[in-house]
């Protein structure tokens, strides 16, 4: 009886053993964890990914932790390692529409845009409500070259998200694409309603009117671009091709040739035309 009853209670202590061990495990997993998160919230992805790292070393089989790794590789622009991190998360844990979300958007920035367009659509399987995925898997399909479908995912973001500006200009983008000038304009206008600092919006819609030979309304939009991101080397490109239009030379090389100065490659041939040899 007493072998039995010390037998039992020997088994009962090695067992208490392991699961403090075990809570120690998962501290120490967590800790690290918590630590990557300081670090991506302060824009340190190099450190988070450390920190991930040792996290992942201690808990192998924590889908989060190889989650929150690949969103820092994929904000380190190391897409490949930020499709191997999510793709683990999806083996650890199938259901969570996140890391199908981000392991799209990895795959769209190196131009897997198929596989874009899969992970997109199974994040929204489930998500029904996932604007972001609508809008991603949007920009996938207009570079496949579907544009209908891109509006057709655009305005369905935009129905879930009545204000989502970067929705209703790529939807703008799509039209414009397709040359429904009016329908564009009014989505650039209806993303600036909502960002009056939209730099890109006044860019588009300014495009728009200078395919509509509204060079004046192009200049006025362009300067808006440009007065919300003033090193953005298109948006003198562009506003030097428009003053061309009206035959302002002067002001149109001083554009074109700001435009190079900040890095924007114009043929010589380009520039010769608008600012004469």
Request: with cysteine; glycine share 6%; hydrophobic share 35%.
């Amino acid at each position: 009886m007493f072998l039995a009853h010390g037998y039992i209670r020997k088994v009962f202590l090695s067992i208490a053993a392991v699961l403090l061990a075990s809570a120690a495990f998962c501290q120490e997993a967590d800790y690290f964890f918590n630590r990557g998160q300081m670090k991506y919230l302060q824009n340190d992805y190099r450190g988070a990914i450390s920190n991930y790292s040792r996290a992942i070393e201690i808990n192998p089989d924590n889908a989060d932790f190889y989650f929150n790794r690949g969103l820092a590789k994929g904000l380190s622009d190391d897409f490949h390692g930020a499709i191997e991190d999510h793709t683990r998360a999806i083996e650890l844990d199938p259901d969570l529409p996140g890391p199908y979300h981000y392991r799209g958007n990895a795959r769209y920035n190196i131009q897997e845009y198929q596989g874009a367009l899969k992970d997109f659509s199974k994040a929204i399987e489930l998500n029904p409500r996932h604007a972001i995925a609508y809008n991603n898997r949007g920009l996938a399909k207009y570079e496949i070259k579907d544009f209908n479908g891109a509006m057709d995912d655009y305005t369905r973001a935009i129905e879930i998200n009545p204000v989502y500006a970067f929705a209703f200009n790529n939807r703008g983008l799509a039209k414009l694409t397709l040359k429904n000038f009016s329908g564009a304009s009014a989505d650039f206008s209806r993303a600036l309603d909502i960002d009056p600092k939209y730099d890109v919006a006044y860019f588009n819609r300014g495009l728009v009117k200078t395919a509509q030979k509204d060079y004046k309304g192009a200049i006025s939009d362009l300067n808006r671009a440009l007065r919300y991101n003033p090193g953005y080397s298109v948006y003198y490109f562009h506003r030097g091709l428009v003053k061309s239009e009206l035959h302002r030379r002067r002001n149109a090389c001083l554009d074109v040739r700001k435009a190079r100065e900040l890095g924007f490659d114009i043929a010589e041939e380009e520039l010769n035309r608008i600012c004469g040899k």
